[in-house]
C-alpha cells in the first residue's frame, strides 16, 4: 500500500470557514445593515452623516410632538396624563439612540475588515488620535481575509459624505461670527456720540 491511497486517521479535518474569504477578486456591495464584508472611508462618514442627520430628524419629530401633546394635556388640568406623552417620546428617542449606536458599530467593523483588521479594533474609536486611524488609514488593495473591495462609491454616498465637512464649516463660522455680531449693539451704543 502506497501512502497516497490510505486516508490518514489522525488528519485534521478539512471544512470551509464563513467569517474568512477565499473567493475570487470581485467587488462587494456594501451592506448597511450588517457588521460583515467591507466599507471604505467615504462610506464610513456617509454612513454615519446620514443615520446621524436620520436620528436627528426623527428626535425633533418625536421630541416636538411630546411636548406639543405634553402641553395639550397639561392644560387639561390632568397631571399624570400629562407626563405619558413626555414618557413616550424619551422612550422613543432612547430607542432611536441605541439603534443608532449599534450601526454606527456594524459600519466601524466593517472599516476595521477594510484595513484587515479585527471586527474588535473597532473599539479603538474611543481612543482620542487613533480614532483618526479609520478616516485616513486606506483599505487593502484588493480582496483580504474579509472579502473583496467594496463597490466603487456613488454619487449619494460621495455627496452625503461631504455634508460632514460643511456642516462643520459652518459650524465653525457661526461660533465665530455670532458672539461677534451679538456685541455690535453693545459696542455701537458705546460709540456714540453725546451732542
Known amino acids: 500500500m502506497s501512502h497516497e491511497t490510505v486516508n490518514n ?103 476595521c475588515h477594510d484595513m484587515d483588521w479585527s471586527g474588535w479594533a473597532c473599539l479603538l474609536v474611543f481612543v482620542p488620535l487613533l480614532n483618526l486611524l479609520f478616516i485616513f488609514k486606506g483599505g487593502t488593495a484588493g480582496a483580504n481575509r474579509f472579502g473583496p473591495p467594496p463597490t466603487p462609491n456613488p454619487l449619494g454616498v460621495k455627496l452625503l459624505a461631504l455634508t460632514l465637512p460643511v456642516i462643520a464649516i459652518i459650524g465653525i463660522v457661526a461660533a465665530v461670527t455670532i458672539p461677534a455680531m451679538m456685541g455690535q449693539p453693545q459696542q455701537a451704543q458705546q460709540l456714540e456720540v453725546k451732542p
Open 9 to 111: 486517521p489522525f488528519q485534521a479535518p478539512r471544512a470551509p470557514v464563513r467569517d474568512v474569504f477565499d473567493g475570487e477578486d470581485s467587488t462587494a456591495e456594501p451592506k448597511i445593515f450588517s457588521a460583515k464584508g467591507r466599507i471604505g472611508r467615504l462610506r464610513l462618514l456617509a454612513y454615519t452623516m446620514g443615520g446621524y442627520l436620520v436620528f436627528l430628524v426623527a428626535i425633533t419629530i418625536f421630541g416636538g410632538m411630546g411636548a406639543m401633546m405634553s402641553l395639550g394635556l397639561g392644560a387639561g388640568g390632568a397631571g399624570s396624563e400629562a407626563a405619558v406623552p413626555g414618557m413616550l417620546a424619551t422612550l422613543v428617542m432612547v430607542v432611536g439612540a441605541v439603534a443608532y449606536l449599534v450601526l454606527t458599530f456594524m459600519w466601524y467593523v466593517q472599516r
